[in-house]
């Protein structure tokens, strides 16, 4: 919840500053060891394009990851897609249960 946010520009400029970080954990050992990531900042993460609406929803998207220098091989490849919904809330709302989302 964007407490300040008056308008999408607003919320897009408050994005910029969070950070999404998506990493390739190895599960058999060494456990735990991270062999490629991909970072980014989230406003660019959700929104590619350099508007706030995309021109199409959910568009399929592909990145290559950073591979780890122990990881032999290409860069993994990331493809994904994202969807997001701005909603209007009241400022004094603690959370927000999500319509559509299972509790």
Known sequence: IFRHAVDPGDIAVMLEYETVRIELVQLIPPVGDTLAWFEEDARRFLFPEPKLVPSFSGVDREVLMTR????????PRLEFST???IMECSADAETYIYPNKPL
């Open 83 to 85: 969807k997001t919904t």
């Open 68 to 75: 780890a220098p122990h990881f032999p091989g290409i860069a």
